[in-house]
């Protein structure tokens, strides 16, 4: 297996623009993360699905923010419209629900909005 | 939910000297604490983890504690090397819930 796969892997948009940031599980995994990493805070957990059903969007920062997961290996996280705060690195991960839950994270998505 | 603080933020050690992260968590149900290291610019990877039935679990030169009493999880790693030079993050989770909540990292320096 590739493991987790994110696309793309560098992002610059203009601000207003919107952005989609894409995420491939790993094969037999059930569940879901997006995190936002900062400097300044850290690493963030925005969503976390499980069985394609979100389960805590606690983390999402506002409306502008949104994610779906349309099929068990596939999500998607769209910010509309971007803002220069929204620039980070974003990680997808993965885990099973059952048992072993070590999440496998994607290489992570740079986000600039400038 | 599980609440999870980890220290020190930073971390400076001489190469070949001991370092230790400690963590605490706030939900007695947590049974699964992972520790991933997170190179400069790559995603983050588990080194090691242990469960709640252990109290000590051992990979080379990483090992992890645990003390369920006091809710508290230590990573310690001997004989440092410059290539363990990273950001550590602890994390707490119940196994079949999922989510694991992360501590907010430690910046490990290791100096040659």
């Known amino acids: 297996d590739a493991g987790v796969i994110q696309s793309p892997r560098h992002e610059v948009t203009e601000m207003g623009q919107e952005v989609t940031l894409r995420c491939k599980l790993i094969?037999?995994?059930?569940?879901l993360f997006w995190y936002r990493q900062t400097m300044m805070r850290g690493l963030e957990l925005l969503i976390y699905?499980?069985?394609?059903?979100?389960?805590?969007d606690s983390g999402m920062p506002e409306d502008r923010f949104s994610a779906k997961m349309p099929n068990a290996s596939f999500s998607t996280l769209k910010i509309q419209p971007s803002e220069p705060r929204d620039s980070a690195v974003y990680f997808c991960?993965?885990?099973?629900?059952?048992?072993?839950?070590?999440?496998?994270f994607g290489q992570g998505t740079r986000l600039t909005v400038v | 939910g599980e609440n999870v603080e980890q220290h020190p933020s930073t971390l400076s050690v001489q190469e070949g000297d001991s370092a230790v992260i400690k963590c605490t968590y706030s939900?007695?149900?947590?049974?699964?604490f992972p520790w991933y290291k997170q190179e400069l610019g790559k995603r983050p990877q588990l080194i090691i983890d242990?469960?709640?039935?252990?109290g000590e679990k051992k990979d080379q030169r990483i090992a992890v504690t645990l003390n369920k009493t006091a809710k508290h999880f230590s990573l310690h790693i001997t004989e440092t090397q410059p290539e363990d030079s990273a950001v550590y993050f602890c994390?707490?989770?119940?196994?079949?819930?999922?989510?694991?909540?992360f501590g907010d990292g430690t910046t490990l320096t290791v100096k040659p």
């Open positions: 699905f499980n069985n394609n059903v979100p389960i805590d």
């Open positions: 991960a993965s885990s099973r629900t059952q048992g072993h839950t070590e999440a496998f």
């Open positions: 094969s037999g995994h059930n569940s």
């Open positions: 994390a707490a989770s119940r196994t079949n819930a999922g989510k694991s909540t």
């Open positions: 242990i469960r709640s039935n252990v």
């Open positions: 939900d007695s149900a947590s049974n699964y």
